[in-house]
Antibody, heavy 121, light 108 residues
Framework: QVQLQESGPGLVKPSETQSLTCGVS?????????WGWIRQPPGKGLEWIAS???????YYNPSLKSRVAISVDASKNQFSLKLSSMSAADTAVYYC??????????????WGQGTLVTVSS | DIQMTQSPSTLSASVGDRVIITCRAS??????LAWYQQKPGKAPNLLIY???SLQSGVPSRFSGSGSGTEFTLTISSLQPDDFATYYC??????????FGPGTKVDIK
């Protein structure tokens, strides 16, 4: 059974770049699927950030695209997210998730537990 | 991008009630719709995909229907474990995944 685990600093200063990593166990990233990041500000709804295919193909939320970079390291079976120019509006729980491959887009069938990132000086 | 709405935003119900949550898309997404359940402090859990396909391990009291722009999630007999927030998600393209704002189901 696939398991995902987010890691990274829980506190980021305004204007800095946040870096998060998602370690995957129980499934090889190289075997398929897309791998994505979703965030949830405290008390609010879900927002998709970005997704990456094991082949390296990437997709970004247009509203965040200028500040986001997603990458995959198949040798370590993990993928990562960088979000630059952080502000208080980026304070949220960040989830990594496995995203199904399909004819159109994909739903998220396995999720990490989430990690809270707070932006504060 | 495609906007998703859900109604109601909050729903008060009792154990054993039949519960229906509606999700609407701003344009046709065919059947590219998923439903998730989220409990406080936990990650969302996939219930339904492709509008009506039940994810493995999800109780059969959950069902989904619809296509195009209007979709429903039905819980046939609400159980104590079902009090949670429910989100729909459209996935008509990888570059434009969006979630609905959520429906909170609480105890009447």
């Amino acid at each position: 059974q696939v398991q995902l685990q987010e890691s990274g600093p829980g506190l980021v200063k305004p204007s800095e770049t946040q870096s998060l990593t998602c370690g995957v166990s129980g499934y090889s990233i190289s075997s398929g699927y897309y791998w994505g990041w979703i965030r949830q500000p405290p008390g609010k709804g879900l927002e998709w950030i970005a997704s990456i295919h094991h082949s390296g193909k990437t997709y970004y939320n247009p509203s965040l695209k200028s500040r986001v970079a997603i990458s995959v390291d198949a040798s370590k079976n993990q993928f990562s997210l960088k979000l630059s120019s952080m502000s208080a509006a980026d304070t949220a729980v960040y989830y990594c998730a496995r995203q199904a491959e399909g004819d159109a887009g994909g739903f998220f069938d396995s999720w990490g537990q989430g990690t809270l990132v707070t932006v504060s000086s | 991008d495609i906007q998703m709405t859900q109604s109601p935003s909050t729903l008060s119900a009792s154990v054993g009630d039949r519960v229906i949550i509606t999700c609407r898309a701003s344009q046709s997404i065919k059947s590219w719709l998923a439903w998730y359940q989220q409990k406080p402090g936990k990650a969302p859990n996939l219930l339904i995909y492709k509008a009506s396909s039940l994810q493995s391990g999800v109780p059969s009291r959950f069902s989904g229907s619809g296509s195009g722009t209007e979709f429903t999630l039905t819980i046939s007999s609400l159980q104590p474990d079902d009090f949670a927030t429910y989100y729909c998600q459209q996935y008509s393209s990888y570059s434009g995944v969006t979630f609905g704002p959520g429906t909170k189901v609480d105890i009447k």
